[in-house]
Each structure stands twice: as structure tokens, then as C-alpha cells.
């Protein structure tokens, strides 16, 4: 089994997302004694902006790690994102990443019926931070909706979110949406159905 941990967060240590995303993976490798994780830290090492030139695969190394984010994207059966709140939506850096496995052929398609999704199959676990609260249906939420959305369209049902919001409340209010968080950690292993 595969786990693909991206992390974009922009405050290092102190941030809630690294916590908590880390915390996580943590979980999956208990469980999981043959879990293979790779991690990619997109504020640290960011992937360029989609451009023109991105397109035109000018860059040869620009080209080679795009298609090896894809490939990694694709070998993965589960995928843990943390992803601040960043001015109502997602960071930029994790959106470059998003520009890199949202491709046409690859991971979604379309045909005379409409869009289908490619990339279903694997397990999503979203962690998620916010400095103010938003709960699950905010029409200002451009972050989990827009995530969802996303990955739905790639064809991944299977997505859980790890929330810690109201985080620049106060100090309180951060150690409890912590602990409120991590007291959501899903379980790696399902009871069979
Ligand atoms: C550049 C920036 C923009 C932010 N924009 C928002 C925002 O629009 N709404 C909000 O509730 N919090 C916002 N915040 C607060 C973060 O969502 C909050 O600090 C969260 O904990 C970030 O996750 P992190 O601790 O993993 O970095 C912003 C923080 C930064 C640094």
C-alpha cells in the first residue's frame, strides 16, 4: 500500500496542518507495517505555476517533475493533503500541485456523456485549518468545497476531512479545535462491510 502526504502550509512549525496531517500518517503506519510513504512539502519544494510554456513542455526538468507528481499522484491508494485556509481558499502552492494531476487523459476525461473521473479507487483525507469557523456549508468555504469538488471530478468518492478551525479565536480555542481534530483521525482499517 501507497500513501501520498503532502503538506502546504506556510508557517513551518507552528503550523496546525503539519500537526495534524503528520498525526495522520502516523495512524496509517501503525496500521499498516508495509505502508510505503512519500512526502512532498509544497511550500519547501513547490511546484512551478501552470503556464504556457508548462504546456508546451519547454522546461525538460519542469516537465520531468510534473509527470513524476502525476505518477506519484496515481500510484497512491491514499492521499492525506494539509491545506490551510488561505483567504477563503487553498494555498497557491497547493494548487499548483492540483494543476499538475488534473489532467485531461490522465486523471478525467470527456465523452459524449459528459465528464468522467479516472482517479477513483483511493482514499482522500483532507486536514484541514482555519483561522475562523466555518462548519461544513459556509458559502465563504472555498477550501473543502472546492477540494471535494475537485476530487470528486477526478473520480474519488472516498474523502474524509480532519478539521481544525476557529484556530486565530485564541489559544484556547486552537488546543481544542487540536484536540477536536485529532479526535477525528479516521481509522485506517474498515470494518468489512
Ligand atoms: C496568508 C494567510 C491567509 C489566511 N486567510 C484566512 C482566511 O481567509 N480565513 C480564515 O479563517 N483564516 C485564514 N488564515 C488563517 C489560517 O487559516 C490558520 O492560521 C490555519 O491554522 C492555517 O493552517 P496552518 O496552521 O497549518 O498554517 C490565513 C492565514 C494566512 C497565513
Redesign the pocket.
Known amino acids: 500500500m501507497k500513501l501520498l502526504h503532502l503538506d502546504s ?3 513551518g512549525a ?6 495534524l496531517s503528520a498525526a495522520v500518517v502516523g495512524r496509517w503506519q501503525d496500521a499498516h507495517a508495509g505502508l510505503t510513504v512519500e512526502y512532498r512539502d509544497l511550500d519547501s519544494n513547490p511546484i512551478p505555476h501552470l503556464t504556457g510554456r508548462s504546456l508546451a513542455q519547454a522546461d525538460a526538468a519542469e516537465a520531468a517533475d510534473a509527470a513524476a507528481v502525476m505518477q506519484q499522484f496515481l500510484d497512491a491508494d491514499v492521499v492525506v493533503i ?1 491545506t ?5 481558499g487553498i494555498p497557491s502552492t497547493l494548487k499548483a500541485w492540483i494543476d499538475r494531476i488534473a489532467v485531461a487523459g490522465k486523471t478525467f476525461k470527456y465523452d459524449e456523456n459528459g465528464p468522467h473521473g479516472l482517479a477513483g479507487g483511493k482514499r482522500l483525507i483532507i486536514v484541514s ?4 469557523i ?1 462548519g461544513d456549508a459556509s458559502p465563504a468555504d472555498f477550501q473543502e468545497t472546492y477540494l471535494r469538488h475537485v476530487f470528486g471530478f477526478l473520480g474519488i468518492t472516498d474523502i474524509e476531512i480532519v478539521r ?2 476557529g ?2 479565536y485564541s489559544e484556547q480555542h486552537r488546543t481544542d479545535a487540536l484536540a477536536a481534530a485529532r479526535a477525528s483521525i479516521p481509522q485506517p482499517l474498515r470494518e468489512a462491510a
Not at 490551510?84 to 477563503?88: A, D, L, Q, T
Open positions: 502550509s506556510a508557517l507552528n503550523s496546525v496542518t503539519r500537526e494539509g490551510p485556509f488561505y483567504n477563503f485549518g482555519r483561522g475562523g466555518y481544525a478551525e484556530v486565530a
